[in-house]
């Protein structure tokens, strides 16, 4: 089946540096993957689309110059957070589409927990 | 409000009981989705309904949609204690490889042993 991995899987930070998270498909490729943001026992909010070859397309409210996107190749997209602050504290997740009986699903990593002392 | 409330927001049942989870969403829909998640864990994917489907089965999960109400329900059978998550769901709009799914708020399922 189609396996979505991320890297790192928790992180912990000082305020005002910056951190990157990997997204990766392994074994399917994936011309858009999709970045999301989980407070505690809130839902999943989309963050971003991120589009291999071209801009990553940010959800109303999200700021670009501090969640940056890049979708280096079909298997591989990164989310780098710049100057971290606590408030960025949260679990951050993404997914890839692949093509099951004739419908994309979406397969999602297993997250990365991001903490900004 | 939101795309893709679940109702109740928290369930709390014994080993062995049924839990029935509930979901509303507002737009139009291709299909609905519903996952599991434990606790500081990813997403699971449980199922997936289309839009003109009214009913699916996979193993203890019953799913149905109504898309004249714009809900959906989820039933876990003869639940277990390893059951215990939060549980969402989610709609697709738009279809192709580029849809965004919208998520509920979840229902967090206990069941104690």
């Known amino acids: 089946g189609a396996v979505v991995s991320q890297h790192p899987s928790w992180v912990i930070c000082k305020s005002g540096t910056s951190v990157k998270i990997e997204c990766r498909s392994l074994?399917?490729?994936?011309?858009?993957m999709f970045w999301y943001r989980q407070f505690p026992k809130q839902s999943l909010m989309l963050m971003a689309t991120?589009?291999?070859?071209?801009?990553?397309?940010?959800e109303q409210g999200v700021e670009k110059d501090k969640f940056l996107i890049n979708h280096a190749s079909l298997t591989l997209s990164t989310l780098t957070v710049t100057s971290a602050h606590p408030e960025d504290s949260s679990f951050y997740i993404c997914?890839?589409?692949?093509?099951?009986?004739?419908?994309?699903?979406?397969?999602f990593g297993p997250g990365t927990r991001l903490t900004v002392t | 409000s939101q795309q893709g409330e679940e109702d109740p927001q928290a369930l709390s049942i014994q080993e062995g009981e049924n839990a029935t989870m509930n979901c509303s969403y507002k737009?139009?829909?291709?299909?609905l989705q519903w996952y599991r998640q434990n606790s500081g864990r990813g997403l699971v994917h449980l199922i997936l309904i289309r839009s003109n489907e009214r009913e699916k089965h996979s193993g203890r999960l019953r799913v149905t949609l109504d898309t004249s109400k714009k809900s959906s329900s989820l039933l876990i059978t003869a639940s277990r204690a390893a059951d215990t998550a939060s549980y969402f769901c989610a709609t697709d709009g738009s279809g192709g490889s580029n849809y965004k799914l919208t998520f509920g708020k979840g229902t967090l399922l206990t069941v104690n042993p």
């Open positions: 991120s589009n291999e070859g071209s801009k990553a397309t940010y």
């Open positions: 074994d399917f490729q994936a011309t858009t």
């Open positions: 997914s890839a589409p692949a093509l099951r009986e004739g419908l994309y699903e979406q397969y």
């Open positions: 737009t139009s829909i291709n299909n």
